[in-house]
């Protein structure tokens, strides 16, 4: 290529001097997720955990070192989320996917950086090189040239490198609900009116996996059961995905592109591994606990699993209202 962009995930950069995304020598600091978002649901002193559970932050302390341009950069995206998001799911359906793309990134790279961080400073009391597999320096390399679109001739061409979809949802007033898998890049979140799942690097399989359940819904203003058990289905696709996304980064007159490869089956080597109910009973009953819903409750003997989405014998889309579990 012949414009190098920073690329932290290279030589494993992750240093409080250096902006996060542009690597050039800073002081200055932005928050993971955005100052609005933590104010109007009242969650900056809540604590997260990193991965292993042993790390917690509150997430008003996590933040990123950045360049003022940077900063400028993410807060006019932020503004342009914060009109939508007042405007409900019709202002947040009308987002270029781009946006929500370059939105969620921020938030979902930047709990990376922070594993990033905990990892290297482990090692580091072990007295052992701070090191990951080539396979993850490539993903999340690419995921970061990506999030520089913001700030560099960064585009995309042909067929995105994401899954993003945006549904109506009912909420209780003022509850916000939102999931994260940093390692493997996606991100649900869910208020009152609307909720959007996104699969940041999965070049759109995992949504086409899901596009006959995502046309029953339409029209529906989902519960939240129903939101949790469609972001178990995108999470479980992921995991169970057996092709690695890939994509043609080309760079010409100072300008890149970035296009998708469609993920296509070689051999007999399908490209989702078997769908095992075991495994994904075991993932929604994590995500049904706050209704008491347990993994035997979901699996039972001589019955089909438990969905609040499809009817296990016709698969038409349950309605929501038919429900009886709280919002």
């Not at 129903?226 to 999470?235: G, I, N, P, S, V």
Request: net charge negative.
């Amino acid at each position: 290529m012949a414009q190098e962009l920073f690329n932290p995930f290279k030589d494993l950069i992750f240093d409080e001097h250096f902006c996060f995304l542009s690597g050039a020598l800073t002081t200055e600091k932005m928050t993971v997720f955005p100052k609005w978002l933590m104010d109007h649901f009242k969650f900056g002193e809540e604590r997260i955990e990193m991965i292993d559970k042993t790390k917690s932050y509150t997430y008003s302390d996590l933040k990123l070192p950045c360049i003022p341009e940077v900063k400028e950069a993410f807060d006019g995206l932020d503004a342009k989320i914060q009109a939508a998001y007042k405007n409900g799911y019709e202002g947040m359906a009308s987002l270029d996917e781009e946006l929500l793309f370059q939105w969620t990134g921020r938030m979902v790279y930047g709990l990376l950086y922070y594993e990033m961080l905990y990892e290297r400073d482990r090692l580091l009391r072990l007295g052992e090189e701070f090191e990951i597999s080539p396979v993850l320096k490539q993903r999340f390399g690419q995921f970061h040239l990506m999030l520089q679109s913001l700030i560099e001739p960064v585009s995309f061409v042909g067929k995105k490198p994401w899954s993003i979809v945006v549904f109506p949802l009912k909420y209780s007033a003022d509850i916000f609900s939102y999931r994260d898998d940093a390692i493997n890049l996606m991100f649900s979140f869910g208020v009152n009116g609307f909720g959007f799942i996104a699969c940041l690097q999965d070049n759109g399989i995992i949504g086409e996996k899901q596009k006959d359940l995502l046309h029953k819904m339409k029209g529906h203003v989902l519960h939240p059961v129903q939101f949790e058990e469609l972001y178990a289905r995108f999470h479980y696709s992921d995991y169970i995905l057996q092709y690695k996304p890939e994509y043609k980064i080309e760079c010409q007159d100072g300008e890149i592109t970035i296009e998708s490869l469609p993920i296509e089956p070689k051999g007999d080597k399908p490209i989702f591994g078997f769908w095992n109910e075991d495994i994904f009973a075991q993932l929604l009953s994590n995500y049904w606990s706050v209704y008491g819903i347990q993994r035997q409750d979901i699996l039972k003997f001589q019955k089909p699993p438990l969905s609040f989405l499809e009817n296990p014998y016709t698969k038409d889309f349950i309605r929501p209202e038919t429900i009886d579990l709280p919002f």
